[in-house]
T-cell receptor, first 116, second 115 residues
Framework: AQKITQTQPGMFVQEKEAVTLDCTYD???????LFWYKQPSSGEMIFLIY??????QNATEGRYSLNFQKARKSANLVISASQLGDSAMYFC?????????????FGSGTRLLVRP | SAVISQKPSRDICQRGTSLTIQCQVD?????MFWYRQQPGQSLTLIAT?????????ESGFVIDKFPISRPNLTFSTLTVSNMSPEDSSIYLC????????????FGSGTRLTVV
């Protein structure tokens, strides 16, 4: 079963506007972590932001914020004041425990294009 | 945060041959992870490598095809064996730094094309 769902294959946003990238997740664990990564065309994976399941406040990192709604099992990424350099693939991921190890499971990604 | 050096950055290989990808971390880490990213797709976990024990493979991945070595706490290799064009992908290694606010760090990736 899909554990991380990103329903937006592609998104457009006008430069300087805000955009929300959706992510829903499925887990029966009480303790888990949610991550967002950016992958530009160069292929590197850039860590953006982290939200722990017990964190009461939404995570923020500069222009990135995470809209965490635990009851809905959603962890949407909000990018404020979009810049041309924000054009990239964005992946939502969840850290889950299996047996004695933790691993990171990724959603299918959203391709964001920022228009000038 | 940890820094990972991944080599090679890209390669073009003949079908039927093997390629070994190396990841060197600048600090000691317990767990290392290997991912495959097929063209236009997301990252799929191949296996988890823990130093001193056999790697744990995800469903759909087998040791004969993707043997992994983890000789110490800073180094790991992934071999893609008996390659076919379907193995053309980006392969990435990753480490868990233990502090979640740093995220999982990734190597720069190996772009493999099998012809």
């Amino acid at each position: 079963a899909q554990k991380i769902t990103q329903t937006q294959p592609g998104m457009f946003v006008q430069e300087k506007e805000a955009v929300t990238l959706d992510c829903t997740y499925d887990t029966s664990d009480q303790s888990y972590g949610l991550f967002w990564y950016k992958q530009p065309s160069s292929g590197e994976m850039i860590f953006l932001i982290y939200q722990g399941s017990y964190d009461e406040q939404n995570a923020t990192e500069g222009r990135y914020s995470l809209n965490f709604q635990k009851a809905r099992k959603s962890a949407n990424l909000v990018i404020s004041a979009s810049q041309l350099g924000d054009s990239a693939m964005y992946f939502c991921a969840m850290r889950e425990k299996e047996d004695s190890s933790y691993k990171l499971i990724f959603g299918s990604g959203t391709r964001l294009l920022v228009r000038p | 945060s940890a820094v990972i050096s991944q080599k090679p950055s890209r390669d073009i290989c003949q079908r039927g041959t093997s390629l070994t990808i190396q990841c060197q971390v600048d600090s000691q880490v317990t767990m290392m992870f290997w991912y495959r990213q097929q063209p236009g797709q997301s990252l799929t976990l191949i296996a988890t490598a823990n130093q001193g024990s056999e790697a744990t493979y995800e469903s759909g991945f087998v040791i004969d095809k993707f043997p992994i070595s983890r000789p110490n706490l800073t180094f790991s290799t992934l071999t893609v064996s008996n390659m076919s064009p379907e193995d053309s992908s980006i392969y990435l290694c990753s480490v868990d730094q233990g502090a979640f606010n740093y995220g999982y760090t990734f190597g720069s990736g190996t772009r493999l094309t099998v012809v």
